[in-house]
T-cell receptor
Framework: DTEVTQTPKHLVMGMTNKKSLKCEQH?????MYWYKQKAKKPPELMFV???????INESVPSRFSPECPNSSLLNLHLHALQPEDSALYLC???????????????FGSGTRLTVV | GQNIDQPTEMTATEGAIVQINCTYQ??????LFWYQQHAGEAPTFLSY??LDGLEEKGRFSSFLSRSKGYSYLLLKELQMKDSASYLC??????????WGAGTKLIIKP
């Protein structure tokens, strides 16, 4: 299994809703990442988990809350989002933080989030 | 600061060759990646260079010169499906990926 699976593929939510994005990989990777990508822009790093511990939090607002229940799963909990948070949310994984060579990051297909 | 520059858009003809350049200035260097991204889809890994020289993978090749802070992605025998954005990314001394803004490649018949 060489895939990163993200669900849902599309999500529309109101500003008062609570929702979660899910990401799963079974490649034995020990580093997992959440990225946000706006149209025609490169991915922006949000969070990095290394061996199930939060390693990097790129000053992301608290309305985004990551969780890593185990080495295969990564969640992103959403609450009280704003319309400007609408974007493509990408999950990625790599062997670990340092060993990304040869294969780079493996990205999931993303969740297209629209906040109304 | 950290900076990665690549052209915003390029146009090429089906069957031809195109070279997409990337220049970088980063705090440390642990390798340079090229990714392909079709509109609305996730980036897919194309290549990784950490030593100077040319890496070839089928129709795609990537070149690195660390002393010049320069890389290029060479695409041969262009196909319509190669129309996509091509992202250059450098891994810095903290093992964080610094991304270029991407080059939109348009292939014309």
């Amino acid at each position: 299994d060489t895939e990163v699976t993200q669900t849902p593929k599309h999500l529309v939510m109101g500003m008062t809703n609570k929702k979660s994005l899910k990401c799963e990989q079974h490649m034995g990777h020990r580093a997992m990442y959440w990225y946000k990508q706006k149209a025609k822009k490169p991915p922006e790093l949000m969070f990095v988990y290394s061996y199930e511990k939060l390693s990097i939090n790129e000053s992301v607002p608290s309305r985004f809350s990551p969780e890593c229940p185990n080495s295969s799963l990564l969640n992103l909990h959403l609450h009280a989002l704003q319309p400007e948070d609408s974007a493509l949310y990408l999950c990625a994984s790599s062997q670990d933080l340092e060993r990304t060579y040869n294969y780079g990051y493996t990205f999931g297909s993303g969740t297209r989030l629209t906040v109304v | 600061g950290q900076n990665i520059d690549q052209p915003t858009e390029m146009t090429a003809t089906e069957g031809a060759i195109v070279q997409i350049n990337c220049t970088y200035q980063t705090s440390g260097f642990n390798g340079l990646f090229w990714y392909q991204q079709h509109a609305g889809e996730a980036p897919t890994f194309l290549s990784y260079n950490v030593l100077d020289g040319l890496e070839e993978k089928g129709r795609f090749s990537s070149f690195l010169s660390r002393s010049k802070g320069y890389s290029y992605l060479l695409l041969k025998e262009l196909q319509m499906k190669d129309s996509a954005s091509y992202l250059c990314a450098v891994m810095d001394s903290n093992y964080q990926l610094i991304w270029g803004a991407g080059t939109k490649l348009i292939i014309k018949p």
